[in-house]
């Protein structure tokens, strides 16, 4: 199974690239890669669909990102604009300030 060397997510036979980090894939992880990676919180998002753009835009600047919430979006098929159930993004803590910098850049005006 291939693996990203990054997130290192698993992926099927026959997938080049990281969905999530646009990375070439790897057929083993090195040793090194399993190290831990601790995560911080970034911020809270009014709705899944500012998360994703906000996630997106951190990993094309090489930062990846989690978005934790139950979003009840997501059970009824939308993306709105806003959700009665908080979204939260996290970064690893060594690319914190710049995901910071980026988000109030990229979502200052919510």
């Known amino acids: 199974m291939p693996y990203c060397p990054k997130c290192k997510a698993e992926f099927e036979p026959g997938i080049e690239r990281c969905s999530d980090c646009d990375l070439p894939l790897v057929n083993k992880l090195s040793e090194d890669s399993y190290k831990e990676v601790k995560y911080k919180f970034l911020r809270n998002l009014p709705s899944r669909l ?3 753009m906000l996630k997106e835009s951190l990993q094309n ?3 990846h990102a989690l978005i934790k919430g139950d979003d009840i ?3 009824l098929g ?3 604009t806003t959700s009665p159930v908080e979204i939260s993004l996290w970064v ?5 300030e710049k995901a910071d910098r980026l988000a109030d850049e990229m ?4």
């Open 92 to 96: 690893p803590e060594d690319d914190w």
């Open 73 to 75: 979006g997501i059970m």
């Open 61 to 63: 600047q090489g930062i």
């Open 107 to 110: 979502l200052n005006h919510i």
């Open 78 to 80: 939308s993306y709105s």
């Open 50 to 52: 500012y998360a994703e």
